[in-house]
């Protein structure tokens, strides 16, 4: 059917067949290696495989060529080169609020959605936020270094001027560039350490501030010029990028402080490097950054005095992971079995999908049992279809051979498709079942394929892999 779609309407991706007489749609994760969280949800409906990549160089050619679905966090980038890769992909999570690493409007011209988790570790990062503001006002980790580093806090002037720079919180304004579900966390509580908050947010209505006690200013020129400390609470996106300059740092208070844990395209380093150490911002407080993973040995701020620098972690809690890494897969499941991209929650680049693609055209060839109607009108025509699958696998005793080497094992509930960051092996997969991908008693699941004969294959794991999970 791809191929008679395609030369009937082209550039145009069909919605995903997930019927009973359809082969299994296949879902990747791209840039992590843990789907114990997402299979539970996805294990009825489809195929769930990781790829543990950084681009899509690392990606298998299996995932470019069937996967249908994909969940990325932020350590993968997805340009419209990258996108064109992937032959019959429909839609993309990103695990996190944030989706600057993807070319929205390339995707949706593509009929790719995007969808986001905009409610993603709000509390965590507000903290997080926080934490940052606190610790620029009573630098506790300068303090903490200086007494690492040996230094004696004997006397009254040993500490005046170990402590020098420390400032009282009540009374202070914070500006915060942005104002939604994160900033708007903040200002909550910041209000409570007596912060007087002031927000500059154009794309909200007027009024809210007066439900939540803040100041509203209309000009990011007033935000900067009344804020004792700055914080960045937007998305990164062409307009914003470097909204925090050399030009914009000038229109600060002399001696501010600055706080980003939002995108690290907002502020240019360079500048902020330089602002710091001309004195003209009397602190910084950085979670995201330019170039990621961060370093201080390198790049523009590695000399830059009174800054502090986290990895990228102000979104992180196992809570607020787990939440994040739920929703995805029920928005895969969500755009498996409805209508992509009418039924998805969180779609981001919709006005795409309108603007450059024939949907309605396109509705009339979809046939009336796919995307959801299949799977619930004819619950018993699946089962059997499934157990007639399952006894002709185990009664087959040979048949052809599967050309990429899939191999099963039945205590995993992992596909792992990443040919270039691991040394080469069997390809690992699993597809859903009563219990981890396998059918009671241990064997695998049945399949449209032979299986190849001899062990189950374990996919290999180097040391030091860190699983990649991400964010606000």
């Given at each position: ?7 009937q309407?082209?550039?145009?991706r069909p919605?995903?067949?997930?019927g ?15 789907c114990?969280?997402?299979?539970p ?27 249908v679905?994909a969940?990325?966090?932020h ?15 429909r ?6 609020s ?10 949706g ?16 990062t ?24 040996g ?5 009254i ?11 009282r919180?009540?009374?202070?304004t ?8 994160t900033?708007?966390?903040?200002a909550?509580r ?15 209505q007027?009024?809210l ?16 010029y009344?804020s004792d ?12 990028h ?9 229109q600060?208070?002399?001696g501010?402080f600055?706080v980003?844990c939002a ?6 380093e360079k ?10 911002i009397?602190g910084a407080?950085l979670?995201?950054?330019e ?17 502090i620098?986290?990895?990228?972690t ?9 939440e ?8 895969i ?7 992509i991209?009418d ?7 919709k ?5 450059t ?28 279809h ?5 006894t002709?696998?185990?009664t ?5 051979t599967?050309t990429s ?28 079942g ?5 059918r ?17 294959a374990q996919?290999?794991?180097?040391p030091?892999?860190?699983?990649h999970?991400?964010?606000?």
């Amino acid at each position: 059917m791809g191929g008679m779609w395609r030369q009937q309407f082209p550039g145009i991706r069909p919605q995903i067949m997930n019927g009973p007489m359809h082969p299994r749609p296949l879902v990747a994760l791209l840039d992590g290696r843990d789907c114990t969280v997402e299979m539970p949800i996805l294990k009825d409906l489809a195929t769930v495989a990781f790829c543990d990549a950084q681009s899509t160089q690392e990606i298998h050619e299996k995932v470019l060529n069937e996967a249908v679905g994909a969940m990325m966090y932020h350590t993968i980038t997805l340009t419209r080169e990258d996108l064109e890769k992937f032959k019959a992909l429909r839609i993309i999570i990103r695990i996190g609020s944030g989706y600057d690493n993807i070319d929205i409007k390339a995707a949706g011209e593509m009929g790719i959605a995007v969808c986001n988790i905009p409610s993603a570790a709000v509390e965590e990062t507000a903290d997080s936020t926080l934490c940052h503001i606190l610790n620029l006002y009573r630098r506790n980790t300068w303090l903490y270094q200086a007494l690492r580093e040996g230094s004696r806090f004997q006397s009254i002037e040993q500490i005046r001027e170990l402590a020098s720079g420390a400032a009282r919180v009540r009374g202070e304004t914070l500006g915060l560039i942005g104002f939604g579900r994160t900033g708007q966390a903040v200002a909550v509580r910041a209000k409570a350490f007596g912060f007087n908050v002031i927000f500059y947010d154009p794309y909200l209505q007027d009024g809210l501030e007066r439900s939540l006690g803040v100041q509203r200013v209309f000009t990011l020129q007033d935000l900067l010029y009344q804020s004792d400390c700055v914080s960045l609470h937007c998305n990164l996106n062409e307009h914003n990028h470097h909204l925090i300059n050399d030009f914009t740092i000038k229109q600060m208070r002399q001696g501010a402080f600055l706080v980003n844990c939002a995108r690290g395209g907002l502020v240019d380093e360079k500048a902020l490097a330089q602002a710091l150490k001309e004195g003209r911002i009397r602190g910084a407080a950085l979670d995201v950054h330019e170039s990621e993973p961060f370093s201080f040995t390198q790049g523009p701020l590695k000399d830059a005095p009174n800054l502090i620098c986290t990895p990228h972690t102000a979104w992180y809690s196992e809570q607020a992971s787990l939440e994040m890494r739920e929703a995805a897969a029920t928005e895969i499941r969500r755009a498996i079995t409805g209508r992509i991209p009418d039924t998805l929650r969180n779609c981001v680049n919709k006005e795409y999908f309108i603007a450059t693609a024939p949907w309605g055209a396109v509705e009339q060839h979809v046939h009336p049992e796919l995307n959801g109607g299949a799977y619930s009108r004819h619950t018993h025509s699946l089962a059997l279809h499934l157990l007639l699958n399952l006894t002709a696998s185990f009664t087959q005793q040979s048949g052809p051979t599967v050309t990429s080497h899939i191999s099963w094992w039945p205590a995993r509930q992992n596909v792992y498709l990443n040919p270039t960051r691991h040394a080469q092996g069997p390809v690992g997969m699993t597809s859903g079942g009563p219990e981890e991908g396998t059918r009671p008693g241990g064997g695998p699941r049945a399949h449209a394929r032979s299986l190849p004969p001899g062990p189950p294959a374990q996919p290999l794991l180097l040391p030091g892999h860190r699983e990649h999970i991400y964010e606000a």
